[in-house]
């Protein structure tokens, strides 16, 4: 992605901690007892919650009963998992910094509970829902989806939730509905970056997918991972993963939905429209200006073992949605 440095030139975080420092700064810490918490100079309640495991976490109980019988969804693929510790500690949630390892060292404390979200626009049903009512009709399933960053590194996550279709659904869009945006927590008093004077991105962050998109059978909103729920850092209590997009597109931690006429402005897009377009489909034969997107590093690598693998087509999703886009000229509609 892409970074104002206070000098304010641009520098691609994937340059800024690579995998390899950013997993033995944390193997260190570990080996020797300390932990990144107990060496961290910082206090308070997200110090006390730096590298959680996956069993200390714990959502309401309302949600943590629905987790409780969890099926095996579709699409899912065989390949083996990224270890939780990536999943959970290589991170990209600009809203709590823009280093790998910001958002899960500062997103402890983040209060998720109570939380609403709000339908707006052009639908029949509108209105502010509180979370445990938007989840109630749904059951949740496991999908095991690959999930491909911009910045030319991917993983294989266990995502929990639902399919966005069955969301959007029950709102009963009307024919205006175009487009879907989507809309992450304003809040700067939790998310240090919103406050900051150096904010590399404008705040809220906002998404959005053409309606057939949001209709895809692949779209997911997600509550949980690892079977468990969702940690801070990866858009408690709710997000949206587009497998077949870059990683940019699947939004974290959504506090409106709102149905529109016209195609929303995206944060990505409207920061650096030459770099990031709206579409972001996933797509090996068309480079970022600054480096291929032919090939990715498959987490954990490292500078000495990088697991290089070809990128695939819409990440490997064609089947399900290369439909959504022909006849389109995808290397305009980037
Ligand atoms: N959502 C918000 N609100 N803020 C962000 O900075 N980063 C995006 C996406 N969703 C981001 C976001 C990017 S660039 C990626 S690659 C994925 O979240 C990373 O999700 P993960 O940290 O769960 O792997």
Known sequence: MLIK???NCDIPSSEITDEETFYNRRLILKSIGLGMAAASTRVGASQRQLYQTKDSITGPDWLEKKLTGLRSGPYSTNEKATPYEFVAGYNNFYEFGTDKSDPAENAGGFITDPW???IKGEAEVTGKFQLEDILKPHDLEERVYRLRCVEAWSMVVPWVGFPLKDLLARFKPTSDAKYVRFETLYDPEQMPEQRSRFASIDYPYVEGLRID????ELAFMVVGVY???LPNQNGAPIRLIVPWKYGFKSIKSIVGIEFTKR???TTWQKTNPREYGFYAN???NVDHPRWSQAR???LPSSLFSAKKTETLMF?????QVAHLYRGMNLKKNY
């Open 5 to 7: 440095t206070r000098d």
């Open 282 to 284: 996933v797509n090996p």
């Open 296 to 298: 990715e590093r498959r």
């Open 227 to 229: 079977g468990k729920t």
């Open 315 to 319: 990440n490997g999703y064609a089947p």
């Open 213 to 216: 998109e949001a209709m895809n």
């Open 263 to 265: 195609r929303p402005g």
């Open 116 to 118: 609403a979200i709000e």
